[in-house]
């Protein structure tokens, strides 16, 4: 059954190096996602994508941070300049079709800032 | 105010027992789904609840849903060791389109043999 990949399964960081998170989507899917879920707390949505394009960000999705699909297979999310808080589980997902639909999880990266 | 939230926060019941979790949310919804997360694991889909639909089941999972009352609840009969893990609800509010979803906090499930 086709799955959402991430690399690293890990990454230990400083405070203030850049760090990309590396995902691959469902390969049908046309509908990317990323969310966060700091250590003990909800999974948070960072931002979603679709058409070569960010569809929606939250409010946690700052100038820092930033989303590309650089070729067809890769979601990639880009943190240019860590923070200690930026510590969290990072979920890629991805969809079939838009809302009204499952979202399918990776298995996350877990980034640690230092 | 928080879309999605579960209680119990936690609940501990004994192999073999049922296990039933509740969702609320404010906001009229599309859909709501269900989530596992093992500890420190990533998100396993269960299940999807339309708005226009009012139960669903599969396996030993049953969900219900209540648009009047805006509350979900999933069922586990029968639990097993390997159902311990956090349960989460999601909902997904939008209008079309990539649709952000909104988790609760969660409900942490032990299944004590």
């Known amino acids: 059954e086709p799955e959402v990949t991430q690399t690293p399964s890990h990454q230990v960081t400083q405070m203030g190096q850049e760090v990309i998170l590396r995902c691959v989507p469902i390969s049908n899917h046309l509908y990317f996602y990323w969310y966060r879920q700091i250590l003990g707390q909800k999974v948070e949505f960072l931002v979603s994508f679709y058409n070569n394009e960010i569809s929606e960000k939250s409010e946690i999705f700052d100038d820092q941070f930033s989303v590309e699909r650089p070729d067809g297979s890769n979601f990639t999310l880009k943190i240019r300049s860590t923070k200690l808080e930026d510590s969290a589980m990072y979920f890629c997902?991805?969809?079939?079709?838009?809302?009204?639909?499952?979202?399918?999880f990776g298995p996350g990266t877990r980034l640690l800032v230092l | 105010s928080q879309q999605g939230e579960e209680d119990p926060q936690a609940l501990s019941i004994q192999e073999g027992e049922n296990a039933t979790m509740n969702c609320s949310y404010k906001?009229?919804?599309?859909?709501l789904q269900w989530y596992r997360q093992n500890s420190g694991r990533g998100l396993v889909h269960l299940i999807l609840?339309?708005?226009?639909?009012r139960e669903k089941h599969s396996g030993r999972l049953r969900v219900t849903l209540d648009t009047s009352k805006k509350s979900s609840s999933l069922l586990i009969t029968a639990s097993r060791a390997a159902d311990t893990a956090s349960y989460f609800c999601a909902t997904d509010a939008g209008l079309g389109g990539a649709q952000k979803l909104v988790f609760g906090q969660g409900t942490r499930l032990t299944i004590n043999p």
């Open positions: 997902a991805s969809g079939r079709q838009g809302g009204r639909e499952t979202q399918y």
């Open positions: 906001t009229s919804i599309n859909n």
């Open positions: 609840i339309r708005s226009n639909e």
